[in-house]
């Protein structure tokens, strides 16, 4: 009885088997590689890595742009404050504008130097 059950197991997994290996899989016409597909253009890691450097530093550039126009904007808001004091005394936000411009140079400054 166990030989039998075996047999027909065995004979029941080499039908699938065969059905299997007989069998061929179509693929949509979208999928099927054409002659056009060796003359895509391949990067070298060196090429990608020059990209990648030249991007960076044009978001640099136009990071130092945007905090000069910054840096402009604070010291011209400073000096109309210190225009328009009489005493001698400043007031609260001509020193906060005193601490952004500060911060803001040293920003600038450093993003200066990764530039080079």
Not at 23 to 51: F, N, W, Y
Not at 70 to 88: M, Y
Request: hydrophobic share 35%.
């Amino acid at each position: 009885m166990l030989k039998l059950a075996f047999s027909l197991c065995l004979l029941l997994a080499l039908s699938t088997t065969g059905l299997a290996y007989g069998q061929t899989i179509h693929l949509p016409p979208s999928v099927r590689q054409g002659p056009d597909t060796g003359t895509v253009p391949v990067r070298t890691q060196e090429q990608a890595d020059q990209e990648r450097l030249k991007k960076s530093n044009e978001l640099r550039q136009d990071e130092i742009k945007r905090d000069t126009e910054k840096l402009v904007q604070l010291s011209t808001e400073l000096k109309d404050f210190v225009d328009k004091t009489n005493q001698g005394i400043l007031s609260l936000d001509a020193l906060k504008k005193a601490e952004q411009i500060e911060k803001l140079a040293r920003s600038l400054k450093s993003k200066i130097k990764q530039s080079f």
